[in-house]
């Protein structure tokens, strides 16, 4: 099975901040666990580089545009070291190759289905979103996402038909083939749909775009709207445009086709992109998953409202990846908001990382060293625990609920350290009459630390790792017991 995974591409005007890391180290939960299960998965991310807000951004700073860009973007590549992402791509919309020309086909195939046409234009339009709001999305006068007063804006565009697809899409969401999670935001975008769907600008006048991004095929005075630009990049990376052997084999054929993205772009995503999808006589999304914001003292995390944490690279470089990691799926449910703090997330990592599966896999290691010379007996028996993890976290996974998949691994943990403290080793190891029974209790303990270092690698790549190093020179050849782990420790580790 292929397994074609994205995150949104992000604004590059300011730093990224841990919002956006929440959607990485979701996305790269999701890619490693199917490529340890078998799956050939390529995981996508990149930079949104065409927007009117970066151009406002470079002036503040005094900065030429594309090095402004080329420069804040490289703050979001960094983030993939810093989080020990296995990111398989990135795309840059400002100067990747691959990027002009499938955006351009993209807007040919709408053109073609007779879905682009000019139109004279008044509106309310919110330069951060990149969006036009009329006057009834408003709260109490402005953007209510970023809070701000739109600017009233009268030009003349190119807009796409997206009215005539009000019936496809219900049809496509309805019926599962395009899949929205949680399922209160597949409502949201029914209930969207059934309010009535109008026509969106699909290019703003290069002139007041200050002459930044794709032009208009055969219109040169007006530049692709900032977001038919970027959601094109989900098929432009793939060579769409470009290398068509790519892109049937991650776009076009068989497979997963899964977008992780902020309930603040919902409509973009949902609505917008299928429907551009639709036109162009191209396959659709098979799932999207919508994650809701961070918060710190209850107010949402943000690039324009100023981070009021620690970015996550200097986060990660502070405290560790896994620190950062493990705080971010273990708090973060699956629907609703979540309040950060630096604190929260020291106390998890303590808590659970080294005084629960650190501390584990130490004494573990340590009692076969001193009862056995290093070597792992035989004659145990699988916690219960161990034995229906995989299943746990799969199914969680399944259904984009990263706390539950994380409490399934933190569960073997957890009985691992109470069989521990129930059997009491040191006492059997002092009773000569007990060394059968201290065997199969060591036996028992390798081979469920060795399923948890395993289980864990997808959310704590770098952790597993050391687990996985302190646990195999202990005996070369891995317990009988732990076919599971012998599986997923080829995968996983190589």
Request: hydrophobic share 40%; proline share 6%.
């Amino acid at each position: 099975m292929h397994s074609y995974i994205t995150t949104t591409i992000p604004y590059v005007n300011a730093r990224p901040h841990i919002g956006f890391a929440l959607e990485l180290v979701q996305a790269d939960v999701l890619a490693r666990s199917r490529r340890a299960r078998g799956d050939k998965v390529r995981f996508q991310a990149g930079t949104d580089d065409n927007s009117l807000k970066n151009v406002l951004a470079a002036e503040a700073a005094g900065q030429e545009v594309q090095k402004f860009v080329t420069t804040n973007g490289l703050a979001f590549l960094e983030l993939g070291p810093a989080l020990t992402l296995s990111v398989d791509d990135v795309i840059r919309t400002s100067s990747d190759p691959r990027h002009r020309p499938g955006v351009e086909k993209l807007w040919r195939a709408c053109a073609d289905s007779g879905d682009l046409y000019l139109k004279q234009y008044e509106g309310l339009y919110c330069t951060g979103c990149e969006q036009f709001y009329s006057p009834a999305e408003l709260l109490d006068g402005r953007c209510p996402e970023h809070l701000a007063e739109p600017e009233r804006v009268a030009e003349e565009n190119w807009f796409f038909r997206l009215s005539r697809y009000e019936d496809q899409l219900r049809s496509a969401i309805s019926s599962g083939r395009l899949r929205i999670e949680p399922a209160g935001r597949r409502n949201e975008v029914l209930a969207l749909i059934d309010a009535g769907l109008e026509d969106f600008s699909a290019s703003r006048p290069a002139a007041r775009a200050r002459g930044w991004g794709l032009p208009v095929p055969g219109d040169p005075s007006q530049v692709i709207y900032v977001w038919w630009d970027a959601l094109g990049n989900y098929i432009t990376a793939l060579g769409y445009g470009s290398d068509p052997a790519e892109y049937q084999r991650w776009w076009a054929g068989d497979g997963r086709r899964l977008h992780l993205l902020g309930k603040g772009v919902l409509r973009f995503h949902a609505v917008y992109w299928p429907a551009m999808l639709l036109s162009a006589g191209l396959p659709l999304p098979t799932g999207i998953f919508v994650h809701d914001y961070l918060t710190a003292g209850g107010r949402k995390i943000s690039k324009s409202a100023g981070a009021t944490v620690p970015g996550p690279a200097e986060l990660a470089a502070t405290y560790g990846a896994d620190a950062v990691r493990w705080w971010l799926l273990r708090e973060v449910p699956r629907a609703g908001d979540a309040d950060f703090t630096v604190e929260r997330m020291i106390a998890r990592a303590d808590d659970e990382l080294a005084n629960g599966i650190g501390n584990l896999v130490n004494r573990v290691v340590a009692m076969i060293h001193r009862y056995r010379d290093g070597r792992v007996p035989g004659g145990g028996q699988p916690l219960t625990s161990y034995r229906d993890v995989a299943g746990r976290v799969d199914a969680a996974l399944a259904g984009f609920d990263f706390r539950a998949a994380t409490e399934a691994v933190w569960t073997v943990a957890g009985q691992a350290n109470r069989y521990v403290n129930e059997v009491r080793p040191w006492e059997l190891a002092r009773r000569p009459d007990s060394a059968r029974q201290l065997d199969a209790v060591l036996h028992t303990l390798h081979a469920t630390c060795a399923v948890l270092a395993a289980e864990l690698a997808p959310f704590l790549p770098g952790a597993a790792a050391r687990l996985d190093a302190q646990l195999t020179p202990v005996d070369d050849v891995l317990p009988a017991a732990t076919p599971v782990f012998r599986r997923l420790r080829d995968n996983v580790f190589g």
